[in-house]
Each structure stands twice: as structure tokens, then as C-alpha cells.
């Protein structure tokens, strides 16, 4: 999904609005012109009354006629342009202005959402994915390489730092590429400051853009939003809504899994989450300094399969990047 019906609606409104200020403007354009040109009207009048004339003879069958009635029209508004020339105006100023002339303030060009659609579509979904200031800071157009290491073996990986984070950067990129077709899921694992967070953001970004609706969360705000749903602590509609649309937005993004106080019912609601988005083929990207036995270990063993069978598992390593932008050397 792309928006929900009320996001839908709401912006279908735009354009009705839009279309009753296009007549009002059009309507006022029109009463100044006739009341200082007169012969203009009196123009258009006649060439609506010619050509509703051609379209009657077309349907009697005389083709002849309507092409006579045609030119009749067409000299009619010769003499009109000459009239608005004069006046200072032109042939457009009596038609209907539109804010966005290809689709003409209705949001769809041959039955397919029109760029201006879109961009209304995009302005959302950053509005509702939670990070929409921090994402023009955190992309893949921002993404820099130089704090991995180039020389330091990975005793995991077997590769060097950069060269192991450069794999999982190309893998992030792919995830974005092919999201359409797969709807696949991540889990990021590593420790503090390895680029989780960072590398969520950009696959958000790519996804935004591409009208895909990103939602991001903390794990705590995530839990605290399906234990008032499950217990109705808050306002009912609104929180239903929000739990609801955890399992319906293209991708969720779950990060610091581990950090948030873990029980028997953070644990079920994860695994509700986790198995229910699976089987609406939703993409989720969960982030966690926690290694995978530790995982198993806080949220049942039955949460940790169903993320290592279904979810592709990239570890992060490497040192803390916040530490080192700011100069400091372990």
C-alpha cells in the first residue's frame, strides 16, 4: 500500500479544492474581460451557439454543414483575439488555469497518478514515517566509507572492515532496487554506532521516494503503541489505527530491539508483528545490538527462527562512527 483511504481521501480533497478555486479565478478573469470588453462576450456567446449548432448538423448526418459551421466559429475567434489583443489579454485568459496543467487538477493522466500526485503522495508518507528531518542528513547520497577500516581483518567475516561494510551497503541498495517484487526484511545486528540506525534511514529514503509508505520506530514506542491498543489505556480509534497500520505500511523499521524493558508480552506482540507483517508479505528492517543467541534468549526461540528463516541477517562491524567523526581513535 501506498496511502491509507483517509490519506487517500484527503488528498483527493486537495484537488477538488483546487478545481473550485480554478472556476472562481476563471469566473472573475471572465467578468473583468467582458465588463471591459463587451464584444468579447457577445463573441463567445456566438461561438458557442455556432459550434452547438455544428455538433446537432454531425448528428443529423450533414458533415458539410458542421465543417461550414466550423469556419464560421474559427472567424469568430479571430475577431475575438483581435478584441483581447487590443484589450491586453489573450485566448488564455478565458480559459481554466490549472495548477498542474498535465492532469489538470484531477491527479491522474490516462488513468495513472500524475507527478504532482506523487509528490503529494511522497510529502505524506515522509510525514508519517517519524524521520522525515533526519533523512535529508542520513541517505545513500550521504553515505561515506572513509571511517571503515581498510587494513583490519574482521575475525568473523574473514574480510577487512570495508570491504565487509561495502558488501552490506551493496545489499541495502539491492533491497531498495527489488522491494517491489520481494517485500524482503533485514535484521541489523552490531554494536553501538556501526551504522544500523544510519543504514535504515537510507533504504527509508530510497523507499519514500519510490511512494512506498515507511513506517519508524523505537521498539519501545512500538510496544507501547500495541500494549495500549491489546489494554486501551489511550483513545481507542486513533490507537487501533496506529496499531493497525504497524502491520500495513510497506516497511517498518524497528530500531534498538533489546533495549526496551522484555517480557512474555513484548515477546508475543513481537512475534505477532513479525509473523502477521510476513504474512501480508510486508518488508521489515529490525536493528539490535544484540547478538542472535542473546535474541533467542530474550524473545523465544520461536521469534529468532521465523527472523533467521525469512529475514536476511546483516551483521555490522567495525568501530563506533559517532566517535570517530569526532576524532576520537580506539
Do not use: W
Not at 154 to 167: F, L, P, R, W
Request: net charge negative; with cysteine.
Amino acid at each position: 500500500m501506498a496511502l491509507s483511504n483517509s490519506q487517500y481521501n484527503a488528498v483527493m480533497r486537495v484537488y477538488s479544492r483546487r478545481q473550485v478555486l480554478n472556476r472562481q479565478r476563471q469566473e472573475e478573469r471572465l467578468r473583468e474581460v467582458y465588463e471591459r470588453i463587451p464584444q468579447v462576450e457577445a463573441l463567445t456567446d456566438e461561438i458557442t451557439a455556432v459550434m452547438a449548432q455544428a455538433g446537432r448538423r454531425m448528428l443529423e448526418g450533414d458533415p458539410k454543414e458542421a465543417g461550414r459551421l466550423k469556419k464560421d466559429a474559427a472567424l469568430l475567434r479571430e475577431q475575438r483575439g483581435l478584441y483581447l489583443k487590443r484589450g491586453g489579454y489573450t485566448e488564455e485568459d478565458l480559459e481554466m488555469q490549472y495548477h498542474c496543467p498535465k492532469c489538470k487538477d484531477t491527479g491522474y493522466t490516462d488513468g495513472r497518478k500524475c507527478s504532482c500526485f506523487k509528490q503529494m503522495e511522497i510529502e505524506i508518507l515522509y510525514d508519517q514515517s517519524n524521520i522525515r528531518a533526519i533523512l535529508e542528513k542520513e541517505n545513500f547520497d550521504r553515505l561515506s566509507m572513509e571511517y571503515y577500516d581498510h587494513e583490519k581483518i574482521d575475525a568473523k567475516t574473514g574480510m577487512t572492515v570495508y570491504e565487509h561494510m561495502a558488501s552490506v551497503v551493496e545489499e541495502c541498495r539491492a533491497f531498495t532496487e527489488h522491494f517491489r517484487e520481494e517485500r524482503g526484511s533485514i535484521l541489523f545486528t552490531g554494536n553501538t554506532g556501526c551504522g544500523k540506525t544510519f543504514l535504515s534511514n537510507c533504504i527509508a529514503r530510497e523507499l519514500i521516494m519510490q511512494c512506498f509508505s515507511v513506517v519508524y520506530l523505537t521498539a519501545t514506542a512500538m510496544f507501547d503503541i500495541l500494549s495500549d491498543s491489546r489494554f486501551g489505556y489511550r483513545d481507542e480509534e486513533e490507537t487501533r489505527d496506529k496499531a493497525a497500520y504497524l502491520l500495513e505500511c510497506d516497511l517498518l523499521i524497528i530500531d534498538d530491539l533489546g533495549t526496551e524493558l522484555v517480557n512474555t508480552f513484548t515477546a508475543s506482540q513481537l512475534f505477532y508483528c513479525i509473523n502477521e507483517r510476513l504474512n501480508r508479505r510486508k518488508g521489515t528492517i529490525i536493528s539490535t545490538n544484540l547478538a542472535l543467541s542473546r535474541l533467542q534468549d530474550e524473545f523465544t526461540e520461536r521469534v529468532t527462527s521465523r527472523i533467521m528463516s525469512q529475514y536476511r541477517i546483516l551483521p555490522l562491524v567495525g568501530e563506533d562512527l559517532r566517535l570517530l567523526q569526532r576524532g576520537y581513535r580506539p
